[in-house]
């Protein structure tokens, strides 16, 4: 099968005071009708990643695939779900779910009808009138998803959607969004620091390594649908990517432990250099930076 | 029209303060009432001479008589032009300043201080430079009203743009909305609330200014009216002037402002 959506070796530097490395190298490919979640260790650049994907970012290097053609910018195929909603307040329900389409200038009967549909299937039918301050957060994290899937998009990007919710809503919207792909066959790509969540919803698992991410694993995940977070495998699989993510925080705990190392050694051969000026200590300097 | 809607539209013009929404009810009236009486007892008792304070009823008696005169009307139409004027003038210089200071940071950091600088410096110490160069008259009022109306709109409407969340830079960005709905159905309507409290502030003191120029240079206008009544020793027409002001002030405040903010309630 080809990929729907695919990562061609993608990099990221950013240029905020000093040289970023955020990506590096970032490879694989999203199926049709497939549900992809990305994991990795926190501030590894797994939004960064999304964000590129969804074209609010462009790669320093390498490429992202949309059926094939290269895509630079946003694809009116593919929409996204954010995670603190990014609702305009001043919209009611209904006309926040219509805004895509009044961007793509669909007559205001049509896209209403549309818009009311995809609300019903959220289920929020009933609250068209109402502004987002009246609703709950999964309420609006609804309003969000009708919103992502009104303009009929073929991927579905969603950028730690569940995060800002509380437990027991998150819980009951993972169910309708795994629903809701199930019926519909849209492929999503999901950003999550929830393993469970991930392991979850997703066929497949992509683990990022700590900054600059680079794939660390591709976990396939075949348990049967709804899954049941207490199945051995489930926990299984949790307890693997939890060991590779901790393995992930150790190896950036330790390098910034071993970088102030250097930096109290270089400290201390400077201050060695002062008493004694006859030791030489350039070389040794150099070592250590 | 339903009773509902004239009632909703009634409240909306005039933000509830005659419908009572806001007070909860009419109490305000009973200390206004309370200060006319005293005023009334003041002048009719002889603790004040009537040269210096006339009897409430009487201004009263002269003030209903005024706003049946044409020319009376015309004087205070003639300061309200002046004051729109500048407020449009202000409006329309400052919005896209501001909305560049608000979202590019090289250019707040440019022209933010220099706005500041001329902000710290009292508005009427420019008057007379502009009487010189564009002499006493409507001209010299409508920059001064647009000068005294620049800054809180600049201040407020750069503050708003900064406010506005990333996230919803990006959902305009991922709907493929053109720069100019991005301006018109995101940015404006979420700078909406600061914008209004700028106008607001605006309207206020360019009412300040456009009174304090027309006494200062003798510009035709409900200002210089009342200059000219209380130095000839008229003083009724002198306060039946500043009730007009103050009706127009009030009005306008409530029903104009009272109705943009009435609608940001609704979600902000």
């Known amino acids: 099968m080809d990929n729907h959506v695919e990562l061609d070796n993608v990099s990221k530097f950013y240029d905020a005071g000093r040289r970023l490395h955020a990506l590096h190298e970032v490879s694989f490919g999203v199926g049709e009708g497939e549900f992809v979640s990305i994991v990795g260790p926190s501030g590894c650049g797994k939004s960064t990643l999304l964000k590129i994907i969804a074209g609010l970012d462009k790669p320093t290097s390498g490429q992202v695939k949309f059926r094939g053609g290269e895509i630079c910018g946003p694809h009116s ?5 954010f995670q603190a909603f990014g ?6 329900v209904l006309q926040n779910v219509e805004y895509g389409l009044e961007m793509q200038r669909v007559p205001k009967g049509e896209r209403q009808k549309l818009a009311r549909d995809y609300l019903g299937l959220v289920g ?3 609250y068209e009138q109402m502004y987002p301050k009246q609703l709950s957060g999964g309420m609006r994290q609804r309003v969000g998803i009708a919103r992502a899937l009104a303009v009929e998009p073929e991927v579905v990007l969603m950028d730690e959607a569940f995060s800002a919710i509380d437990e027991v809503t998150a819980e009951v919207l993972r169910d309708e969004v795994a629903e809701i792909h199930r019926q519909t066959g849209k492929t999503f790509v999901l950003v999550t620091h929830n393993l469970s969540e991930a392991i979850e919803l997703a066929d497949k698992v992509v683990v990022l390594s700590s900054r600059p991410a680079k794939v660390k694993k591709i976990m396939p995940i075949s348990l049967d649908r709804p899954r049941d977070r207490t199945h051995a495998l489930f926990v299984h699989m949790h307890r693997d990517i939890l060991h590779m993510l901790k393995e992930e925080l150790e190896n950036t705990f330790i390098r910034h432990k071993l970088k102030g190392i250097s930096e109290l050694q270089s400290l201390h051969d400077m201050e060695s250099a002062h008493a004694n000026p006859n030791k030489p200590v350039a070389e040794k300097a150099e070592v250590t930076t | 029209m339903s009773v509902e809607k004239q009632k909703a539209l009634t409240l909306s013009l005039t933000g509830g303060f005659f419908t009572g929404d806001r007070f909860g009810n009419y109490l305000w009236i009973f200390p206004l009432l309370l200060g006319f009486a005293v005023w009334e007892a003041v002048t009719r008792s002889g603790l004040v001479p009537s040269s210096r304070l006339p009897t409430f009823s009487s201004v009263l008696v002269v003030f209903f008589a005024s706003i049946q005169s044409e020319s009376f009307l015309l004087r205070i139409g003639h300061s309200f032009l002046n004051l729109i004027c500048g ?6 210089v400052a919005l896209p300043l501001a909305f560049a200071a608000g979202s590019r940071n090289k250019f707040d950091l440019t ?3 220099i706005v500041m600088l001329f902000g710290a410096l009292p508005d009427l110490s420019f008057l007379p430079l502009l009487v010189l160069w564009f002499g006493a008259g409507n001209a010299a009022a409508v920059i001064m009203a647009s000068l005294a109306g620049f800054f809180p709109i600049y201040f407020t409407v750069r503050q708003g743009t900064k406010n506005i969340p990333r996230e919803l830079f990006d959902v305009t960005t991922i709907f493929k909305a053109d720069r100019f709905s991005t301006f018109t159905k995101m940015v404006l309507p979420a700078i909406s609330p600061h914008l209004f409290s700028g106008l607001r502030l605006a309207y206020d003191f ?6 304090a120029i ?3 240079t003798r510009v ?4 210089n009216f009342i200059d000219g009544n209380v130095a000839s020793g008229s003083l009724q027409n002198g306060f039946a002037a500043i009730f007009a002001i103050a009706i127009v002030a009030i009005v306008v405040d409530r029903a104009f402002f009272g109705s943009l903010e009435s609608w940001t309630k609704k979600w902000a």
């Open chain 2, 214 to 216: 027309e006494i200062a």
């Open chain 1, 124 to 126: 929020l039918a009933g």
């Open chain 1, 87 to 92: 609702l305009f307040p001043w919209r009611t």
């Open chain 2, 220 to 223: 035709a206008g409900i200002g």
């Open chain 1, 77 to 81: 195929k593919i929409s996204l779900v």
């Open chain 2, 206 to 211: 360019a009412w300040e200014i456009i009174i």
């Open chain 2, 87 to 92: 407020l449009v003038l202000a409006f329309s």
């Open chain 2, 111 to 113: 022209l933010t201080p």
